[in-house]
C-alpha cells in the first residue's frame, strides 16, 4: 500500500503563490501516476491536475491551467502542486491521490489519497 501526506497549505492573499507538498510511503512511488484534487465547501471533489510516472506527461484542469504546476521528484517520493496568482474560487481542500499506473483524471480510478491540505486565498 501508498500512505500519502499532503502539507505546506494556508491562508494568502488573492494573486499570491503556494507550493503545497505530497510525500508517499514505500518504495514503488515512480510506479504511480499522481494526481491533485480539489474539495471546495459544499462542492463536490474536483480533478486539478495529474503528472505520469516520470513526469513527462502531465494535465490541468482548465480552472488552473495557466496557473498551476505539477511535478514529481520521484528519488524524494514526493508530488508538488505550485499555485500562482491564486484566487478566492481555489479555496479548498487540496488532496493527492496515487493511481497505478497511467494518468486518469476521475476520483474512482484512483486508489489511494491523502488526507488533504487546506488553502484559503481571501480577497
Known amino acids: 500500500q501508498v500512505q500519502l501526506v499532503e502539507s505546506g497549505g494556508g491562508l494568502v492573499q488573492a494573486g499570491s503563490s503556494l507550493r503545497i507538498s505530497c510525500a508517499a510511503s514505500g518504495r514503488t512511488f515512480s510506479s504511480y501516476a499522481m494526481g491533485w484534487f480539489r474539495q471546495a465547501p459544499g462542492k463536490e471533489r474536483e480533478f486539478v491536475a495529474v503528472?505520469?510516472?516520470?513526469?513527462?506527461?502531465?494535465y490541468y484542469a482548465d480552472a488552473v491551467k495557466g496557473r498551476f504546476t505539477i511535478s514529481r521528484d520521484n528519488a524524494k517520493n514526493t508530488v508538488y502542486l505550485q499555485m500562482n496568482s491564486l484566487r478566492p474560487e481555489d479555496t479548498a481542500v487540496y488532496y493527492c491521490?496515487?493511481?497505478?499506473?497511467?494518468?486518469?483524471?476521475?476520483?474512482?480510478?484512483?486508489?489511494?489519497w491523502g488526507q488533504g491540505t487546506q488553502v484559503t486565498v481571501s480577497s
Open positions: 503528472i505520469s510516472l516520470s513526469g513527462s506527461n502531465t
Open positions: 491521490a496515487a493511481r497505478r499506473n497511467a494518468v486518469a483524471v476521475t476520483m474512482g480510478q484512483y486508489q489511494y
